[in-house]
């Protein structure tokens, strides 16, 4: 029998599909998922638990890229430090995607485990229960913020005659390239240096 001339509808042509809708234009339908495919709507209903079950498959193509050998390294701060340089990198490819993902709920299994790593690298290291999932909670948004700073213009602060700011001015002036990146370590240091003194106080 003759290989059909387009590859069958999978989960993987889904996922690829929604992801460069998402890239285009910070969401996707079913509908223009299956324009794409040039199958029916129906069709992709067939493969995927419908819109929450495309955002979970995006979910993971997005995390997959994040290094999981990160966490096994020691010692925990710097385990911490290293996973968040490569979350950060993995959602910096596809910003467009970080208000999707973060405004529905976690369920893709592949990225629930990730988190379990997270917490048992904070827990084994001494963290009270209680102080651990505000610090994920933190240090995730100070990686996907500054994901979404490096998708921005590389002028955010357009100065005017209108509104004289000179020290504004003078600050940026001074700042030169790599601000974003020099801001975001700024945020991981103080962040791991606070996670470092809730340790030390942790029954």
Do not use: C
Not at 4 to 21: F, H, K, N, V, Y
């Amino acid at each position: 029998m003759a290989r059909p001339r387009t590859p069958l509808l999978d989960r993987e042509r889904i996922t690829t599909i929604a992801l460069q809708l998402v890239d285009e234009q910070g969401d996707f339908s079913v509908p223009q998922i299956a324009r794409r495919l040039g199958v029916q709507t129906g069709s992709v209903y067939h493969h995927v638990d419908g819109r929450d079950g495309i955002v979970e498959l995006l979910r993971e193509r997005v995390a997959s890229v994040i290094d999981p050998g990160t966490l096994s390294r020691t010692p925990w701060d710097t385990a911490l430090e290293a996973w968040a340089r490569s979350y950060r990198a993995a959602f910096a490819a596809h910003p467009k995607a970080i208000p999707l993902l973060m405004t529905s709920p976690v369920r893709a299994p592949r990225v629930l485990e990730q988190y379990e790593r997270a917490v048992t690298l904070l827990l084994d290291a001494g963290f009270a229960p209680a102080d651990v999932m505000p610090l994920l909670v933190a240090l995730e948004n100070l990686v996907l913020g500054s994901a979404l700073d490096l998708a921005a213009p590389e002028t955010m602060w357009e100065l005017t005659p209108d509104a004289p700011t000179p020290r504004l001015a003078q600050a940026l002036a001074a700042a030169g390239e790599g601000r974003t990146d020099r801001a975001f370590e700024l945020g991981l240091e103080g962040l791991i240096t606070h996670a470092r003194a809730l340790r030390v106080h942790a029954p």
